[in-house]
């Protein structure tokens, strides 16, 4: 502190602004010894609490999630969403195996059904698509050290790969 403690660079706030000092605060034994009286009538006739003063950080620009951070969330809702159907896919269209005497039966499949296995590579490149298309609106915001990038977005493009993988090679 510089001089008698009513500079700017003062940390106590209601010393500053009421001229008074409340017992309790670092300020109050100082000034209680060396007789001080406040600023002046007009000061000293009301006050405010004493709390510490706090330099003001900078300001934030960002208020909250951006119109790109929300549609990179829904990105990955919507993939995973479309890559939970694409699982399903494979257990419908599979060969029934229902044992020996059933295969004499008509009716069951014992073959894949290659329609139903086409839509299952359709969904998994749609979800690498809009894994890719998430990254790179990611890649782009990402700016600040605070910033992340989306792990989901980089998982559904990993299961994506791996299943278009296995149907090249299944099929």
Known sequence: MKGNGFGTRNRW???????????????????????????????????????????????????GPDFWFRSIRWLAVIGWLIM??????????????????????????????????????????????ISIAGFVINTKRHRRKSDEYLISLILLGFVSIVGMVTYLITF
């Open 13 to 63: 706030r209601g010393v500053l602004i009421s001229g008074k000092v409340h017992k309790g605060s670092p300020c109050f034994d100082r000034f209680s010894k060396t007789g001080f009286r406040g600023l002046s009538s007009a000061h000293s006739s009301g006050g405010l609490p004493m709390t510490p003063f706090r330099p003001t950080s900078p300001q934030r620009r960002r208020k």
């Open 84 to 129: 939970t159907g694409a699982l399903f896919i494979p257990t419908v269209a599979k060969p029934d195996h229902k044992g020996n005497i059933a295969k004499l039966a008509e009716g069951l499949r014992t073959t894949w059904d290659l329609e139903l296995m086409k839509y299952f590579f359709y969904c998994m490149i749609v979800g690498l698509c």
